[in-house]
C-alpha cells in the first residue's frame, strides 16, 4: 500500500528526494512520517506531514536541511534531502496513519501501514 523509492548514493553535502506513493482515495487525510534506521541503531524519526492542514514536524538533527511535503493529485509525500551527512545514512521508512494524534506524530509504533525502505548512503 505504501511504496518508498528516490533512495541511492550521494556524495555529503548533495541532495536526495524521497518519495512516498499509496494507493487509496483517502491518503490525503493520513498523517505521514518518514523514519529511518541506520545498522546497528534504532528506528528514528525523521519527518511527518498531518493530514489535515498539512503541518510538518521534523526532528532536530534535520530541520533546516530536510523538507517533507505532499501531492494528493498523485497520492505521494516526497521528503527532500538537501546537506547530506554521512550519518544520514540508513534505510528510511514511510508511515501513514489516519488516526494519530499530534503527540504520537514522531512514534514509530502509533503508525498503522510501513512501506518497505529504500537504503540511503552518504559517502565523504
Known amino acids: 500500500q505504501l511504496q518508498a523509492s528516490g533512495g541511492g548514493l550521494v556524495q555529503a553535502g548533495g541532495s536526495l528526494r524521497l518519495s512516498c506513493a499509496a494507493s487509496?482515495?483517502?491518503?490525503?487525510?493520513?498523517?505521514v512520517g518518514w523514519f529511518r534506521q541506520a545498522p546497528g541503531k534504532e528506528r528514528e524519526f525523521v519527518a511527518a506531514?498531518?493530514?489535515?492542514?498539512?503541518?510538518?514536524y521534523y526532528a532536530d538533527h534535520v530541520k533546516g536541511r530536510f523538507t517533507i511535503s505532499r501531492d494528493n493529485a498523485k497520492n505521494t509525500v516526497l521528503l527532500q534531502m538537501n546537506s547530506l551527512k554521512r550519518e544520514d545514512t540508513a534505510v528510511y521508512y514511510c508511515?501513514?496513519?489516519?488516526?494519530?494524534?499530534?503527540?504520537?506524530?514522531?512514534?514509530?509504533?502509533?503508525?498503522?501501514?510501513w512501506g518497505q525502505g529504500t537504503l540511503v548512503t552518504v559517502s565523504s
Open positions: 506531514i498531518r493530514g489535515s492542514g498539512g503541518h510538518t
Open positions: 508511515a501513514a496513519d489516519s488516526s494519530l494524534i499530534l503527540s504520537s506524530i514522531r512514534m514509530a509504533g502509533q503508525y498503522d501501514h
Open positions: 487509496g482515495r483517502t491518503f490525503r487525510s493520513y498523517s
